[in-house]
């Protein structure tokens, strides 16, 4: 017995002294894992921003250790990390290091690469990462952080269809409204943008400014640096090359937006004209009579009778044909709803044709009641743009066409009164798709990505319409406007408010070659006498009108 104690003393001994002698060998069959374990752990984890993940492989607590992740993301904007692990090399008793390639995808600025290293040591029987700011970058300290300085390339230019700039202020009123303005971004800005922003930064503020700022203002040259306390730099780590901006060329015609100026010039009320290229779509014109509101894109008005181009567009795909014999009377009902006409006016028996071009609700709303009902005119309405989304460019209301509630809501809308609304673009994109036969959904910058796709009208359809339309321009409702040969139209006249007696938006749409048009005059009253006055100054105003 004395003489296997002694054995077994000695074998330990002799295990002791080698781990003396041996250097790391102790932590070599003592140490759970190994570094390059831990170290595959913890750059994964980086990796994927698993904060707690790689805290848990950390040899003690470091102060700043979060704070320098966090500046990864939100200082350098990285929008992901790779990390790829090198070699693990032994670096004395219980020590390792570990080399990397890190790769930081940063928004706007692009992929920048650099190499580091883990160290790491044995603590507690495990591999772990001696953790300092270097272990993030080899230049940084606890005093130093990293960061991005920019340098922006000049601004591109907005341009009309000519490639004449209009973004300099000198364009009108109208046009800086569809333009924006420059403006110094905010914090708020800088988090929406991107960490290649700073606050004071020049940025597009509304219109097509705020909406193509990323292709206008180009990619700042950018610099990944080591900033001091007080956030200067004071090393540079890398340079990014930045791009010029792109010009946004949009589709407004100079010709044609100084010709809708000079048509609302002098209105006493507010006044808006949008006009558009049938064949396109494309916006040709937006002119407000008066600054602020954008009522011309973003209005909500009711359309009166205006939208008896939409109702007639059903009516006529119904069966009912433009010759086909109708009642005006002065007065009808529909579902208990009592209808008038303008002025109370009264025409007897007529053609549907005639009762277009007199604009005879008591006409068009029984008609509407016997062959629409059942979701028929929303869908008409559809077609001819109503409840379509736009894309523009710039802020734009859509149409608004709820379905009727029963006969009396149907009747109302079937005139364009009711819970209907639409902007002077909207009513302008109907008199487009009656010229071209499509409405196309309308745009102020060619090419851009269109959420609604065109669609075609019944060839029938459309051939009646264009004959009613100009119905409305020989002997008809703006027989007297002074409409220039060759123009088709419906004026509008559409009561809004509450009270015995209700004011009236004057409103006038048409078309004439490859230009389609609205105008809307707020409380002016009789489409006739006051909207299509101002469509027959604009169309004479166009050059070759």
């Known amino acids: 017995m004395a003489r296997g104690r002694t054995i077994v003393i000695v074998s330990a001994a002799t295990v002791l002294a080698a781990g003396a002698a041996g250097g790391g060998a102790y932590y070599v069959l003592h140490t759970r894992g190994s570094a390059a ?45 790779r990390v790829t692990l090198g070699p693990v090399t032994p670096a004395g008793d219980g020590r390792a290091k570990a080399a990397y390639t890190a790769t930081l995808g940063l928004k706007d600025v692009g992929d920048w690469t650099y190499e580091g290293s883990l160290d790491l040591v044995v603590r507690d029987r495990h591999w772990k990462v001696a953790w300092t700011p270097a272990t993030v970058h080899p230049a940084l300290t606890a005093a130093t952080h990293l960061g991005l300085k920019t340098s922006w390339p000049q601004r591109a230019a907005i341009e009309d269809a000519t490639g004449a700039r209009i973004d300099q202020g000198d364009a009108g009123g109208s046009v800086q409204q569809l333009v924006g303005y420059l403006d110094k971004a905010t914090g708020k800005d800088v988090t929406r943008l991107g960490p290649a922003y700073r606050p004071g930064d020049a940025i597009g503020r509304s219109g097509l400014q705020q909406t193509f700022e990323k292709k206008l203002a180009g990619r700042p040259t950018t610099r990944v640096v080591v900033t001091d306390g007080s956030r200067k730099a004071v090393r540079t780590l890398a ?62 008005y009711p359309p009166g009778s205006t939208f008896k181009v939409v109702t007639a567009a059903g009516l006529l795909a ?18 208990g709803l009592p209808i008038r006409n303008s002025e109370h006016e009264s025409f007897g028996s007529l053609s549907f044709l005639d009762s277009f071009a007199h604009s005879c609700n008591t006409t068009f709303a029984p008609l509407a009641a016997r062959h629409l009902t059942g979701g028929k005119l929303a869908q008409v309405a559809g077609r001819l743009g109503f409840n379509q989304p736009l894309s523009i460019g710039v802020p734009a209301t859509r149409g608004s066409m709820p379905d009727p509630t029963g006969p009396a809501d149907l009747a109302a809308e079937s005139f364009g009164q009711g819970r209907i609304t639409a902007s002077p673009l909207v009513v302008a994109s109907v008199a487009a798709a009656v010229a071209d036969g499509t409405w196309r959904p309308p745009t102020l910058v060619p090419g851009l990505t269109q959420r609604a796709e065109p669609r075609p009208l019944p060839e029938k359809v459309v051939r009646d319409l264009r004959t009613m339309m100009a119905a409305v321009v020989t002997k008809g409702t703006a027989r007297r406007a002074g409409l220039p040969a060759g123009t088709a139209g419906k004026t509008g006249t559409a009561e809004f408010g509450t009270g015995p007696k209700l004011d009236s938006h004057a409103w006038f749409m048409g078309y004439r070659g490859d230009v389609a048009f609205a105008v809307v005059v707020e409380g002016g009253g009789m489409g006739g006498e006051v909207a299509a006055p101002i469509a027959a100054r604009f169309l004479r105003a166009l050059p070759g009108g």
């Open 318 to 335: 119904e069966g009912v044909t433009a010759r086909q014999t109708v009642t005006c009377p002065k007065k009808a009902n529909v579902g």
């Open 239 to 300: 340079t990014m090359e930045g791009a010029a901006g792109a010009a946004v060329r949009t589709s407004l015609d100079p010709g044609a937006q100084r010709a809708a100026v000079r048509a609302v010039d002098g209105v006493d009320k507010p006044a808006s004209l949008v006009a558009i290229r049938p064949s396109s779509g494309e916006i040709l014109a937006v002119v407000n009579s008066q600054g602020g509101f954008n009522r011309a894109l973003d209005g909500r």
């Open 37 to 81: 374990e831990t170290a595959r752990h913890f750059t994964a984890a980086w990796a994927r921003g698993d904060l707690a993940a790689m805290r848990a492989d950390l040899a003690a607590a470091a102060p700043g250790f979060e704070t320098a992740y966090r500046e990864q993301r939100d200082g350098l904007g990285a929008q992901h990390v």
